[in-house]
């Protein structure tokens, strides 16, 4: 929507229609055409208020700006007049960005960008931040659904490119870009938690084949490539941000639904809209080679300072990068809780500031690539505590190939666990309090007599992803579980995310028989009302979470405890 269907004048500010209305506490906008205000906060206006509106949350006035010149007019359903009015004030697009290593910023950001919906109303956001938002088509690699029922999963990549202004210094130069920086989000079923699991930049690992879909709308396969860094899976022989998905969903059997990229300055733009992070140095820091110079303690940090902090590796641990990753999450924590914070969601001008840096910074795939679906995925994620959001990063050890180490491998007994806990939905936040509880409700499913195998009759459809799952599970308990009675009827109706075992109360000994050959979680067990009759068999129907035929869907509840996690809610020192 315009201004003009608004009912406003041409010169005021979408910003400026952003009031407290005293009696709610909430920031609502100014409807009045003469006054600009709202019914209510015009009853209720004091000199305090009076000022506050004065203050344009984004400094001085300018005019909406208008989509990309780059969008068409046919594709964002705007005819060339209204281009051609919005042309003035248009933000001027950037030069190409240089991808930056601090992902997980938005994270922050989408906060103020859940409070500023709530405050500004859709159609400033769209008309103002819409069209900060980069976009690639990565074709099939992602989920082209905003939200879905299920847990979400968003690969947040920062790269080394180094264009952009003030970041010459930074970076690989000439370098297309490597994925640096990658972090695997994920936001549970329930929206009570988040797991970020960052991943090693040395990561040796095998490049799937990727297509990518090129300027002219046509694809391009990329071949793979084995035993390589993880980092060339972006940016090296034309890959996109499609190819790194693919990549981490074969190293980890999580596949991304969206991701976000962000640049070099992103980092000093969001830390100088939220007025600075705070961060904790276990020791003085002075750096020549980045320039980074704080004292023990606290310090608060904020444009190049930050980018310093995040981009340094010669002042922490061992001077790895899996040091730099501990202490990018750190800081990332801290960024979180400033975002979170009241001095933050109370301020009207530093909400708006950093809902704009936030999608300044961002390049995403179509799927979440407008400012309404962004908006729409923050809400989610906002709902998350931060006490809730565990980093981790991926258990590796030292790459046994090499006489020199220089690049890392998956920790052989520690990394699949911590993937099949992130795969079965289960929080590193909430680990012992669900272990207990899935044991109790295991106890309980499995309590009371079994069934011998060659009584249980059983019916199994396919509503998995993976083909042929039905008569592979047949095969498998006739052979080796005794279980003759069982019958392959193809696929299910429509696809299910979880497995499912419906049976009769007369059948209960046979489902508990079935539960413990399968390793069934008790949610997957549906009791029906009526009895059975004559031969009549159980249901099963294998979801997407089934792995394969002898794989238990229950999945591991623990990781081991020598894997380093920490919490967004907890100040900690850099060491």
Request: net charge neutral; aromatic share 4%.
């Amino acid at each position: 929507m315009d201004a003009q269907s608004r009912g406003r004048a041409d010169d005021i500010d979408p910003a400026d229609q952003w009031v407290l209305n005293p009696h709610t506490g909430n920031y609502e906008l100014r409807l009045d055409q003469s006054a600009g205000e709202s019914p209510v906060a015009a009853r209720t206006t004091t000199a305090e208020d009076s000022g506050r509106r004065a203050e344009s949350p984004d400094g001085p006035r300018r005019e909406v700006p208008a989509q990309r010149s780059r969008r068409s007019a046919q594709k964002d359903g705007r005819g060339p007049e209204a281009s051609a009015a919005g042309g003035a004030g248009r933000r001027k697009r950037k030069a190409p960005k240089a991808r930056r290593k601090k992902a997980l910023m938005w994270t922050g950001g989408v906060t103020a960008f859940v409070v500023v919906a709530a405050g500004v109303g859709a159609y400033v956001l769209y008309e103002r931040f819409n069209g900060n938002i980069s976009t690639i088509d990565i074709g099939d690699a992602g989920n082209n659904d905003v939200l879905s029922d299920g847990p979400m999963n968003i690969l947040i990549i920062g790269t080394d490119k180094r264009t952009g202004k003030g970041n010459e210094g930074y970076g690989d130069k000439g370098s297309e870009g490597h994925a640096d920086t990658n972090i695997l989000f994920h936001v549970s079923e329930d929206r009570t938690n988040a797991t970020a699991l960052s991943i090693p930049r040395d990561l040796m690992t095998d490049i799937p084949d990727c297509e990518t879909v090129q300027p002219d709308g046509s694809t391009k396969t990329i071949p793979g490539t084995p035993r390589v860094r993880f980092n060339v899976s972006l940016g090296q022989e034309g890959r996109n941000p499609g190819c790194t998905m693919q990549t981490v969903e074969a190293i980890t059997g999580i596949k991304p639904d969206h991701f976000m990229m962000v640049d070099f300055n992103a980092v000093k733009e969001l830390t100088t809209a939220v007025g600075g992070v705070k961060v904790c140095m276990a020791k003085p820091i002075n750096d020549p080679k980045s320039h980074l110079e704080l004292p023990q303690g606290e310090s608060t940090v904020a444009g190049e300072d930050a980018l310093a902090l995040l981009r340094t590796r010669h002042s922490f641990g061992n001077e790895s990068d899996l040091d730099r990753i501990k202490v990018q999450q750190q800081f990332l924590g801290s960024m979180i809780r400033e975002m979170k914070s009241s001095d933050t969601l109370t301020n009207p001008t530093k909400l708006f500031k950093l809902a704009d840096a936030a999608t300044n910074a961002l390049t995403v795939d179509q799927g979440i690539g407008s400012a309404k679906k962004l908006m729409t995925l923050a809400q989610e994620i906002g709902k998350v505590d931060t006490k809730n959001i565990t980093f981790v990063t991926l258990p590796v050890i030292d790459n046994p190939a090499e006489t020199v180490k220089a690049t890392v491998v998956p920790h052989p007994t520690q990394a699949e666990p911590l993937f099949a806990m992130m795969r079965s939905d289960t929080s590193l936040t909430e680990v012992k309090q669900k272990e207990k509880a899935a044991k109790s409700k295991q106890a309980a499913l499995l309590k009371g007599p079994k069934a011998a195998p060659a009584d249980v009759r059983v019916d199994v459809l396919n509503g998995g992803e993976i083909a042929g799952a039905a008569g592979a599970t047949v095969t498998w308990l006739q052979n080796q579980q005794g279980v003759l009675k069982s019958a392959n009827k193809a696929n299910a109706p429509e696809k299910i995310k979880k497995t499912t075992l419906e049976y009769a109360p007369n059948q209960a000994d046979q489902a508990r028989a079935l539960a413990e050959m399968m390793g069934l979680p008790a949610a997957a067990m549906k009791q029906g009302t009526a009895d059975a009759e004559g031969l009549e068999a159980m249901v099963l129907t294998l979801g997407a979470d089934f792995k394969g035929a002898g794989i238990p869907i229950t999945g591991p509840a623990k990781i081991s405890d020598d894997v380093e996690r920490a919490s967004a809610d907890k100040a900690v020192c850099s060491k």
